[in-house]
């Protein structure tokens, strides 16, 4: 897996959604790479802000995916 995919998958991943073996590669992948560590925990960082300051349990599905896009087109075009 490369960081691109695990950015993809990541928001299942999160969710404790997905295939087994999808989610055996995403942390085998995280195990490997402090980059996408790090966009895991800012992810959930933000996740959380946005549950404090608007008490939302779930994320809004338009929201996950616009912010999926956004990574993946900025992180994954990163060599
Ligand atoms: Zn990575």
């Known amino acids: 897996m490369n960081c691109q995919e695990f950015l993809e998958s990541m928001f ?3 969710r404790g959604e997905g ?3 999808e ?3 995403s942390q085998a992948h995280l195990a490997s790479c402090a980059r996408c560590r ?3 925990a800012e992810t ?3 996740f ?3 549950k404090s300051c608007c008490g939302a349990e779930k994320t809004p599905e338009g929201l996950e995916l616009k912010l999926k896009e956004l990574m993946t ?3 994954g075009s990163r060599k």
Do not use: G, N, W, Y
Request: aromatic share 4%.
């Open 12 to 14: 299942e991943f999160r």
């Open 19 to 21: 295939k087994p073996e």
């Open 23 to 25: 989610r055996t590669r």
């Open 38 to 40: 790090q966009e895991l």
């Open 44 to 46: 959930e960082a933000c």
């Open 48 to 50: 959380s802000m946005m």
């Open 73 to 75: 087109s900025c992180c």
